[in-house]
């Protein structure tokens, strides 16, 4: 597996640790069990999780110990779940964040 450490002094060996498969926006992932959705889309290559929901900028993992917010996904339909909190599971759903419409006309003046 690339992407993830394989072998940790005190964790010990990922290859005693099963295998599972999760979506992403519609794509197949492989995590480990007992893994974040941050860690597994992290080790999977994915850097972004979501983007500001006004600006459209990407946002990704930041603080990675759930005091940001900043990798809120949805999972299983439910909305505003952190990634780096949520341990993933076998055939889990997980969808990133979109741009919203902004409610304010242009200049500031709301309508």
Not at 10 to 27: A, P, T, V, W, Y
């Amino acid at each position: 597996m690339t992407g993830r450490i394989e072998h940790h002094p005190i964790l010990g060996s990922l290859e005693n640790r099963k295998q599972i498969l999760f979506h992403f926006d519609g794509k197949t992932y492989t995590a480990c069990e007992s893994e974040t959705i941050a860690a597994a889309l992290l080790a999977n290559g994915v850097r972004t999780l979501r983007v500001h929901e006004e600006k459209g900028t990407p946002r990704g993992i930041y603080c990675n110990i759930g005091h940001c917010f900043e990798c809120r996904v949805t999972v299983n339909g439910v909305k505003g779940i952190r990634a780096c909190l949520t341990l993933v599971e076998e055939g889990m759903n997980v969808e990133s964040g979109v741009q919203l419409p902004v409610p304010f006309k242009e200049g500031g003046h709301q309508k």
